[in-house]
Nanobody, 116 residues
Framework: QVQLVESGGGLVQPGGSLRLSCAAS????????GNWYRQAPGKEREFVAS????????HYADSVKGRFIISRDNANNMLYLEMNSLKFQDTGMYSC?????????WGQGTQVTVSS
């Protein structure tokens, strides 16, 4: 069955780094764009970053530009989000999304907490 499983979240101090991973299975991951979204407590879910099917094109929310890097490994059906210089406001549940022409697949999310 279709699955997206995130990992790599945790508690980190401001200025620290984390690398999130998303393992895709049950579908042809390479024909889907990859996205990361996050949702902070009491706030709406927001777009973080996206990457094209081949990895040749990436886009970032202004709030993470220059600090986060999205990447993918189609051979291993993996999506990544490298997060650097983390801030308090980066706290939230991070979910990976495989976006196709007519369907999106979502993972359950991994919690990132930035706290001193």
């Amino acid at each position: 069955q279709v699955q997206l499983v995130e990992s790599g979240g945790g508690l980190v101090q401001p200025g620290g780094s984390l690398r999130l991973s998303c393992a895709a299975s049950g579908f042809t991951f390479s024909i889907y764009a990859g996205n990361w979204y996050r949702q902070a407590p009491g706030k709406e879910r927001e777009f973080v970053a996206s990457i094209s099917r081949t990895g040749g094109s990436t886009h970032y929310a202004d709030s993470v530009k220059g600090r986060f890097i999205i990447s993918r490994d189609n051979a291993n059906n993996m999506l990544y989000l490298e997060m650097n210089s983390l801030k308090f406001q980066d706290t939230g549940m991070y979910s990976c999304v495989a976006r196709g022409n007519s369907v999106d697949y979502w993972g359950q999310g991994t919690q990132v907490t930035v706290s001193s």
